[in-house]
């Protein structure tokens, strides 16, 4: 019941997931979306963006072809007549079912997109500029008529915005309302910071901005260090450690400031150390903050020569955090990382967003279910990423998550579980397959648990390249004790002995203290997963398992209670039927009615378990789906 119930919603869950439902926030730089094998339509098209002044200093604006041709898709945003790469904040109205906002870098409902793909003869809204605001704007938009048919910069006449004189506008962009080193992000440089999210809120511990300049790419990283540590940057071809060109600014005492280059091997062994030779390394200490300013050229090569090409190819950027090894000149394992969720393009800007969990640690915690259909509108994402990664994203936004150790444990151990322990005397005479009904669901319960549970723990080390245990949290010494014991259960079960055996009792209370056991260290495992660095888990998923436990326990307790009470009155009962043979038909009949009444009672208890098991499961699997 339990399994038919999760795959049932499942499926709904991903036919949610795969609705197209407009761009995505990676789409706000470059308006561009990314069609595997297709590109923009070159030459002029029928469509075009009409602006129109209304009153209150609003802007009427119409996406619309000449000639009557439908929209599937389209992006619209308001930028500088000057300079159209600059995004000028102001905020769109909606129509219900047709359009809605995405709040791109900083700014608040300041591009419009769709909310369906279903064919659309016009697109009309309002744009409310910021009180400040004294420019000429242009109104651009990338139209998709179908999949394969689609046309960017589509750009409407200037519209010249005069200031409202109100005082202070509510543009985000405002350089007023940012710390410095934030100024610009997005717009003519690339940020990206550590922890992930804090270049919105300008609270990043070490931020990494970089552009472009003539033949080379200027990277700046800034951080508040304590004395003999090391904040660094990495490229890297996958969002792993192993295989990275790394760049360090470290901190020594007396304030000294230096830059070094240095890789990983694919044993995360950091190696090569040495100064960096570019010559316009530039170094600062002030006010508590470290500054390392230096460029690496378009070819860039790291200390083992191995090239990367940051003008025609895009890598993942790593960000750390460590101390630095004075006396051995070396940079100490890092103490706090992330790494970038996409590949980054260094000659643009679009907004990079940190990872959560990593395809292979979700794999662990959660699966990405093959439910891939790539859709016209949904399309809209960065550009210049290679084929096979926009066809990861495309699967990331068509696909459920599913999550491995979560379903195993807390979904069929906890069942089997239950059965096993307040199920044995129900069901009366009856079997399934020659043997219990209880002891069958439980059997295959379980079984499948296994199966989970071993998956997943493949998938982990695999991921992980072994065992690579670098951390105080325990996490990993307790899941991999719950995994041994979990699998020693199948293996002690097969040698059993019979049930009029002499030694069944001590067969008993072992395989009870061992499946027990597995169970209680694995969820402690997935509360001591919240805290993991790479897990991406946020608090909530630390809430949601602790009222998992409570409930858990409080079934537990019912249904001892029910047991014993039920099973006193029972006895009571025989022992009168014994006493009075005069009565003894109606009797037995009465015993029998509240047997039944006994177990049809269990069984209600059992379904509303199991329901309780679906709802928390499925919230766990949509905070690990977004972490």
């Known amino acids: 019941m339990l399994w038919g119930c999760l795959l049932t919603l499942a499926a709904v869950y991903t036919c949610v997931e795969s609705r197209a439902d407009g761009a995505p926030k990676t789409a706000c730089s470059t308006l561009t979306p990314v069609h595997p094998n297709f590109e923009p339509q070159r030459g002029s098209s029928s469509y075009e963006v009409s602006a129109e002044k209304l009153g209150n200093n609003k802007v009427g604006v119409t996406i619309m072809s000449r000639i009557g041709e439908e929209i599937q898709g389209f992006v619209l945003q308001a930028r500088s007549a000057q300079d159209p790469s600059k995004l000028i904040e102001g905020k769109f109205s909606t129509q219900n079912g047709v359009t809605k906002t995405v709040d791109c870098f900083r700014g608040s409902q300041n591009t419009l997109t769709h909310t369906h793909p279903r064919a659309k003869q016009s697109i009309t809204a309002e744009w409310t500029p910021s009180a400040d605001l004294n420019e000429d704007v242009i109104f651009r938009a990338t139209v998709a008529k179908t999949y394969a048919i689609f046309y960017t910069k589509v750009d409407s006449p200037r519209v010249r915005i005069s200031a409202m004189g109100m005082g202070q506008g509510s543009s985000s962009q405002s350089s007023s309302s940012q710390q410095p080193g934030y100024t610009n992000c997005f717009v003519s440089k690339g940020c990206f910071g550590y922890p992930p999210g804090c270049v919105n809120d300008n609270s990043c511990d070490v931020l990494l901005t970089f552009m472009s300049t003539g033949n080379s790419i200027q990277f700046t990283m800034m951080g508040s260090l304590e004395t003999n540590s090391y904040m660094a940057m990495g490229f890297s071809r996958d969002n792993l450690m192993g295989d990275d060109y790394v760049t360090s600014c470290v901190l020594e005492s007396g304030s000294r400031i230096k830059v070094q280059e240095s890789y990983n091997n694919q044993r995360k062994q950091n190696l090569g150390l040495r100064e960096l030779a570019n010559q316009n390394n530039v170094g600062s200490y002030r006010n508590g903050q470290t500054t390392c300013t230096f460029s690496h050229p378009f070819l860039a090569e790291d200390p083992r020569g191995d090239v990367f090409n940051l003008q025609n190819q895009t890598y993942y950027l790593l960000l750390a955090i460590g101390p630095y090894d004075k006396e ?300």
């Open 328 to 627: 051995n000149d070396k940079l100490v394992y890092h103490k706090a990382r992330t790494a970038s969720a996409e590949r980054v393009n260094f000659t643009s800007f679009e907004s990079i967003n940190a990872e959560g969990a990593s395809d292979s640690v979700k794999i662990h915690d959660v699966t990405e279910s093959s439910f891939t259909t790539v859709t016209e509108a949904n399309s809209f994402t960065t550009n210049h990423l290679p084929e096979e990664h926009s066809n990861r994203i495309s699967k990331n936004n068509s696909a459920t998550n599913c999550t491995f150790m979560i379903t195993a444990w807390i979904g069929f151990a906890s069942v089997a579980i239950l059965l096993a322990r307040h199920f044995k005397s129900a069901f009366y005479g009856r079997e399934l397959g020659g043997v219990k009904i209880w002891f069958a669901f439980h059997r295959g319960f379980m079984l499948v648990a296994l199966i989970f549970i071993i998956i997943a723990a493949i998938t982990i080390f695999v991921y992980k390249k072994g065992w690579n245990y670098e951390t105080s949290n325990p996490h990993a010494i307790f899941g991999i004790i719950s995994t041994a014991l979990a699998v020693c259960q199948p293996i002690m079960a097969v040698f059993r002995p019979s049930p009029d055996h002499s030694k069944r009792k001590i067969f008993n209370v072992a395989h009870f203290l061992v499946g027990n056991s597995a169970y209680i260290l694995a969820i402690i495992a997935m509360f001591l997963a919240v805290s993991l660095e790479g897990s991406g888990l946020k608090q909530s998923f630390y809430y949601v398992l602790a009222i998992f436990v409570v409930v858990h326990v409080i079934f537990h307790a019912i249904f001892q209670v029910h047991t014993l009470t039920s099973g006193k009155q029972t006895t009571n009962e025989v022992k009168m039927l014994d006493m009075s043979q005069a009565r003894s038909n109606t009797m037995q009949n009465d015993v029998s009615e509240k047997k039944n009444q006994a177990e049809i009672f269990k069984v209600l208890l059992l379904g509303f378990y199991s329901i309780f098991l679906v709802i928390i499961l499925l919230t766990m699997y949509s905070l690990i789906g977004v972490a």
